[in-house]
């Protein structure tokens, strides 16, 4: 399974991939600092078997991500892990129909096991 992981902090892709690995030794993580560079990435059909997006980041939003793929009809399991503790944000999240989580930064072990079980 390759994991895409779209988040402009540094620190938290490789948090995140470490998290990821640990939870799941068989997982491939592939961290993008810049939303645009994955989006050219499923733009050119290159898609992962599922997403873990920020929302708030510079130039290109999550929610731009979010947006694009409902507007190119690309479906992939997607959890949103950010800071965000707006539950607009959340609401917002959720109604796309591919979003299969809402996580406040940082993720945990025991999170991270939780989202390819169902969480």
Same mark, same amino acid.
């Given at each position: 399974?390759?994991?895409?992981? !779209?988040? *402009?902090?540094?620190?938290?892709?490789?948090?995140?991939?470490?998290? %990821?690995?640990?939870?799941?030794?068989?997982?491939?993580?592939?961290?993008?600092?810049?939303?645009?560079?994955?989006?050219?990435? &499923?733009?050119?059909?290159?898609?992962?078997?599922?997403?873990?997006?920020?929302?708030? &980041?510079?130039?290109?939003?999550?929610?731009?991500?979010?947006?694009? &793929?409902?507007?190119?009809?690309?479906?992939?399991?997607?959890? $949103? %892990?950010?800071?965000? !503790?707006?539950?607009?944000?959340? *609401?917002?999240?959720?109604?796309?129909?591919?979003?299969?989580?809402?996580? $406040?930064?940082? %993720?945990?072990?025991?999170?991270?096991?939780?989202?390819?079980?169902?969480?």
């Amino acid at each position: 399974m390759l994991v895409w992981h !779209i988040d *402009d902090d540094d620190i938290q892709l490789e948090l995140v991939g470490l998290t %990821l690995r640990k939870a799941h030794p068989g997982v491939a993580t592939a961290a993008f600092d810049r939303a645009a560079a994955a989006l050219e990435r &499923m733009a050119a059909l290159e898609r992962p078997d599922a997403l873990i997006l920020d929302l708030n &980041m510079p130039e290109v939003t999550g929610w731009d991500v979010l947006s694009f &793929m409902r507007d190119h009809g690309i479906v992939m399991p997607t959890w $949103i %892990l950010t800071s965000s !503790i707006d539950p607009r944000d959340r *609401d917002r999240a959720t109604s796309y129909g591919f979003v299969k989580g809402f996580w $406040i930064k940082p %993720l945990s072990v025991a999170v991270a096991r939780e989202l390819f079980a169902g969480g």
